[in-house]
């Protein structure tokens, strides 16, 4: 009886498991002969003809490919840098990729970056413009050749009239509304930035330059080797010192004698010729100040209208600009500390000579307050500076020679 039940449910079981097999058999070969088909599939991409250029970056890509994979494999301990005499911030550079220093030049956007500078100016000439002195502008920028780079800083915000020009093409453009030249100076002339040039001419935008030659100016102030110099002023009402007086006999001057009574403190410029010149004498805490050789009534500086600074001056005179002083009223009185000797170092040129037109310029753009026209307002807060530069400068001499004699 058990034997006749037990032999169907064998036969069953031998079937199902024939059908297992011929299945596994059936979805082996296909998926197996599936893999061929995969294996050579073909992708087509868009075909490129092929040229140097493309060889030359193909080679370069694989290079930095290459390059990087190298370094990456490398652990963070053995490529680790930390250079202290680089500049701050950049101690993890390796010396030879830093670049300190920049310039106004301007490069392509194609082509090969060493072959962009047919010319590299070597001097510059910033001026502080508006619109409506566009002519002034253009006579003045016509004094100097093409080894000049051209910074124009816009008070106005009028800055793409300027087109008009050609030269206006190749200069640089900086607007920042109802600013000064200082202001301009001290955030853009950065001494790193405009090193490349030997001299920075730093010019207002209200100046005749009939008489005027760049070229001949530079020839001038290397042969007398001034540092910080200025053109000659053409005598006229608006004269403010005699030091800037074109001299008709001499090609540059450095020393003059100044009016009576212009002169706030006899010791010092533009009344004295050596004031900046100090012996210091250490008794216990008291400290003596001895004017040495001191010559009265000469003078030995250069006004902020229309200087012309030295590389290595610039340097010194851009960190004595204060960042909040911005019409820079006295800074030319302190322009002295930047070279030695001074009294050698800083002069007019007299052969090349200029005039102040004296028109309606930045100055006019203040704002009428308490019943004072606009201008009054400016100069208001330009004889205000000039108080308050002296009185930084003589707590910071103050400050360093008490700590020095502690």
């Not at 930095?64 to 911030?89: H, Q």
């Amino acid at each position: 009886m058990s034997r006749t039940t037990a032999e169907p449910y064998g036969k069953s079981t031998g079937l199902k498991l024939i059908l297992v097999a011929i299945f596994g058999v059936i979805t082996g070969y296909c998926i197996g002969s599936s893999f061929p088909r995969i294996a050579t599939m073909k992708v087509e991409l868009p075909r490129l003809t092929p040229n140097a250029e493309d060889g030359k970056y193909l080679e370069k890509v694989n290079s930095a490919l290459c390059t990087n994979l190298f370094l990456n494999s490398k652990s963070r301990d053995d490529t680790k840098i930390y250079v202290t005499t680089n500049p701050r911030g950049a101690e993890s550079l390796p010396p030879g990729i830093i670049e300190s220093e920049s310039d106004f030049y301007l490069h392509s956007l194609q082509g090969n970056p060493s072959e962009d500078l047919v010319i590299r100016p070597k001097y510059l000439l910033a001026l502080t413009v508006g619109y409506n002195q566009k002519n002034i502008i253009n006579t003045t920028i016509s004094k100097f050749s093409d080894d000049f780079s051209f910074v124009l800083f816009h008070y106005d915000g009028r800055t793409s009239e300027w087109d008009q020009f050609e030269w206006s093409k190749r200069a640089i453009h900086i607007s920042a509304r109802k600013q000064t030249k200082w202001w301009y100076a001290k955030r853009f002339l950065h001494p790193d930035i405009v090193a490349p040039y030997e001299y920075l001419f730093i010019w207002d935008e209200d100046l005749g330059v009939e008489h005027f030659n760049a070229e001949e100016y530079i020839k001038l102030v290397r042969k007398h080797g001034l540092e910080i110099s200025q053109p000659g002023l053409e005598a006229n009402n608006f004269l403010t010192w005699m030091m800037t007086k074109r001299r008709e006999d001499v090609e540059v001057h450095k020393v003059t004698e100044e009016r009576p009574g212009w002169c706030h403190d006899p010791h010092l410029p533009p009344c004295a010729g050596y004031g900046d010149t100090l012996i210091l004498e250490f008794t216990g805490k008291l400290v003596k100040r001895t004017f040495y050789n001191l010559i009265r009534s000469i003078l030995k500086f250069v006004e902020i209208m229309a200087p012309v600074f030295s590389r290595e001056s610039w340097r010194c005179v851009w960190h004595m600009i204060q960042n909040d002083l911005v019409h820079g009223w006295g800074l030319d009185l302190a322009l002295r500390r930047c070279v030695e000797p001074p009294h050698e170092k800083i002069g007019v040129v007299d052969a090349q000579w200029i005039e102040h037109m004296v028109l309606p310029s930045l100055g006019d753009q203040g704002e009428a307050n308490d019943g004072r026209a606009p201008w009054e307002g400016v100069r208001a807060r330009c004889n205000a500076e000039w108080r308050e530069l002296e009185s930084r400068m003589a707590k910071a001499e103050h400050e360093y020679v008490h700590r020095n004699v502690q």
